[in-house]
């Protein structure tokens, strides 16, 4: 009856939905009754929406229950729409910015026959695709910025969001935000709107959480943990990472010191348990709103219990292979989020030891760290050869490169076997090579062969399916890589388009072959994977992932007692138009400020004093007496 | 029996029925409030309180609905006064609301289980102590 007034309103101001709306097909269940008091209700799936008796003084009812929550925000997300009693109660309550999230078209349809609904629909934002709320898991949709980043004109978290013009709300929401649902609308579509409720909890680690992230004595994860921290700090987090290598000496110590592997096991243990202590005293001055550990990271059992007793978010990330580092089993639960960079058997394996909050989080590359290098004819000429390799020398690929040792061939890294067979193409006798000259490397060689590691295969691993880090940073510089075959490797690469990968040494001997000839051919490809992992593989995509998934599952930050005022909070008081606002935005990167932090500022600025620096320097007099 | 012994039970059986029913009206009361906050934790919350709380409002209706059958049978001996008819047996109202309350229950339709809490339960929980105040005054006059 009023569909079409309604959607031409619609059309002006949601043309996205008008249009789903129009070409939706008719295969629904709503079905409208009419209540006792001749009102128009609603049942779906045989589920009443709507009270069936007097759905006007339910939704009045809905309103005053949330009464307070309505003045204390600027922001309203109501989940779930129905035929709109509760919203059109809602505008007559608050002026506030209005989101309305409701997946069921058929729903809205119903709603749209059944009233005039033309200025609600002029007045209030329905959502119903949630990827406008960059919920994406891949792309570089941007997190959403408080006011305060956009009235800055600061880009949001790094590079990925420009500047949006003053005023210019760019269909963002505020900082301020309350979530009303509309409880039978819930029901029907969970996980939907469990997704919309991450929402809250994404814009609170937005702000900006500090961030004590436990890196390993030794290993692979070890720089894997610098870069997490880099990319965290840039994201606008508060990092201090736990740099637990300046303990590898006693590590090896201890390895050193025993051959009795009991007596080595204890060592390590109380290397452990000390360093788990010293992560329970920074947390103590730090207060981390997560601790987010990397694979090896030196934090023993009651550490995490410790920890989970204070209800301080942990995160693991093990970016190891679970079929070969079983110690995943004995720590897995104690963790909050739990990420992995395998799924399939490994899910199934954490679903039977009752670990809640895992995640697939494939490694990724740095793009600060591994980027094209322009090499001078020296370092071509040093670090370059038609095929190299970079990495230790893991039983497969020993036995494996001995097909090779015909070729330009150059292996770069440590644990290679120093025979005459091999001797003369290990670089540097074997020593390791730093991410520095690596990179070098990756640029300066026509093919990096990628082959992942095994110790009980003679080549390729046929089962092999996590992605090694290496993957990604050769294609970071931009470089060529032939890779053996992965089975999560083409969910994250076009296969024969970013990276070509081989099936067994011959295989790999006629690429080498080929793509030796068709440089031009190499250098597209290689391009295509420099691309792709600038769009969808470099740890800021993982990190933002991490924290969306975090939020997803419901985190809340632990309530520590702190110094000082959040800045956030200090400029939502100010009025983010007045000039107080405006002075204080200049904090906005520092999460939390006292007033001595503003009077450090104050002394070592330029310029004559503003009228506000004036006020705060009285204050801090006033203060001092 | 001798009619002296059935005056006698009969006196016995009103002194009883009186006593009750003051106890019978707070809990109809209670009741009353009581299923009315939980429609409103149950269309706006829907959380394990809200059952639980609603789980023990059913059980102590059972026992008020026992207490009202009771009630029923002790009056029916004491047919000599004409009492007003129970609101919750009249065209088997109760019956009706406990039905459709189980069938919301089955299909977790919480919005039709609060309307008919709501409209239809507390309305005949205040009409059941409405009916029990009339009933205590009758019986404290004409008794």
Not at chain 1, 214 to 225: H, K, R, T
Not at chain 1, 544 to 552: I, N, P, T
Request: hydrophobic fraction near 40%.
């Amino acid at each position: 009856m009023f569909f079409e007034k309604n959607i031409t309103v619609l059309r002006k101001v949601n043309p996205g939905l008008a249009l789903a709306l129009l070409n939706r097909e008719a295969i629904s269940n709503p079905e409208i009754l009419h209540a006792k008091n001749g009102m128009p209700s609603l049942k779906v799936d045989s589920i009443a929406l709507h009270s069936l008796y007097d759905p006007v003084k339910e939704a009045e009812d809905w309103v005053k229950h949330h009464e307070q929550k309505i003045q204390d925000s600027s922001s309203i997300f109501v989940l779930g729409f129905g035929l709109g009693y509760h919203i059109v109660e809602l505008c007559k309550n608050t002026d506030g910015e209005l989101i309305v999230f409701e997946p069921r078209l058929d729903v809205l349809e119903a709603a749209l026959e059944t009233f005039c609904l033309t200025s609600i629909l002029a007045r209030v934002r329905i959502v119903t695709d949630l990827k406008q709320f960059s919920f994406v898991k891949k792309g570089n949709t941007p997190l959403t910025p408080s006011p305060l980043e956009r009235g800055a004109g600061v880009c949001n978290r790094g590079e990925l969001s420009p500047p949006l013009g003053k005023g210019d709300t760019g269909g963002f929401y505020n900082n301020n935000i309350a979530i009303l649902e509309h409880k039978p609308s819930v029901k029907l579509n969970p996980e939907y709107f469990k997704k919309v409720t991450a929402i809250k909890s994404l814009e609170k680690i937005n702000r900006g959480i500090k961030i004590l992230v436990v890196g390993p004595v030794y290993g692979g994860s070890l720089p894997i943990a610098g870069y997490c921290s880099s990319t965290l700090r840039k994201m606008g987090h508060t990092v201090e990472l736990m740099d637990n290598s300046r303990f590898s000496d006693a590590l090896f110590f201890a390895d050193e010191v025993t051959k009795d592997r009991a007596r080595y096991k204890r060592l390590v243990e109380i290397l452990t348990a000390f360093l788990s202590e010293a992560v329970i005293a920074r947390c103590e001055a730090f207060k981390p709103r997560l601790v987010f550990a990397l694979a090896q990271a030196p934090l023993n059992a009651e550490c995490l219990e410790i920890l989970r007793a204070n209800k301080i978010p942990t995160a693991f990330w093990f970016v190891e292979d679970f079929r070969v580092m079983g110690y995943w089993r004995k720590i897995a639960r104690s963790y909050d989020y739990f990420f992995t960079i395998q799924k399939g058997d490994f899910f199934e394996e954490l679903k039977k030891e009752g670990v809640k909050n895992y995640h697939y989080l494939p490694l990724a590359a740095s793009h600060d760290e591994h980027r094209e290098n322009k090499l001078n004819e020296e370092e071509k000429e040093h670090y370059g050869s038609d095929v190299s390799f970079v990495g230790a020398g893991y039983y497969n690929r020993r036995h494996f490169f001995r097909g090779l040792l015909d070729l330009d061939f150059k292996i770069w890294g440590n644990g290679w076997p120093q025979d005459q067979g091999y001797a003369k193409y290990i670089q540097r006798g074997g020593q390791r090579i730093e991410t520095e000259e690596t990179v070098k490397i990756f640029n300066a060689s026509e093919i990096n062969i990628n082959l992942h590691s095994s110790t009980y295969h003679k080549g390729i691993n046929p089962f092999g399916d996590f992605v090694n880090p290496r993957t990604f940073e050769i294609a970071s510089c931009g470089a060529f890589q032939l890779t053996d075959r992965r089975k999560e490797l083409e969910e994250l690469f076009d296969l024969g388009e970013e990276i070509v990968v081989f099936e067994d040494l011959e295989d790999l001997r006629l690429k080498i072959s080929y793509y030796l000839e068709h440089s031009e051919e190499r250098k597209t490809i290689a391009e295509k994977a420099r691309q792709r992992v600038l769009k969808e593989h470099t740890y800021e995509h993982r990190m933002r992932e991490l924290l969306e998934f975090l939020a997803a599952c419901g985190y809340e930050p632990p309530v520590w007692k702190e110094e000082g005022e959040s800045v956030h909070e200090l400029i939502d008081e100010a009025g983010s138009e007045g000039e107080l606002a405006e002075y204080l935005s200049k904090f906005a990167g520092k999460g939390r400020i006292t007033l001595s932090d503003i009077i450090k500022e104050i002394e070592n600025g330029e310029g004559d004093i503003s009228r506000t620096e004036s006020i705060f320097l009285l204050m801090n007099e006033l203060v001092k007496k | 029996m001798s009619e002296l012994t059935k005056e006698i039970k009969g006196a016995e059986l009103l002194t009883a029925i009186k006593a009750s029913i003051g106890d019978a009206r707070f809990v109809a009361q209670q009741l009353s409030g009581s299923f009315k906050d939980n429609v409103r934790s149950l269309r706006l919350e829907e959380n394990e309180d809200t059952f639980l709380h609603l789980e023990q409002n059913i059980n102590d209706l059972r026992h008020f609905m026992e207490f009202v059958k009771e009630l029923g049978n002790g009056l029916g001996c004491l047919n000599e006064l004409s009492l007003p008819p129970n609101p919750a047996s009249s065209q088997n109202s109760a019956l009706n609301i406990f039905k459709d309350m189980n069938s919301a229950f089955e299909t977790k339709d919480w919005i039709m289980l609060s309307d008919l809490i709501e409209y239809e339960l507390a309305p005949l929980l205040d009409k059941e102590d409405e009916w029990l105040g009339s009933l205590d005054e009758k019986l404290q006059t004409e008794g």
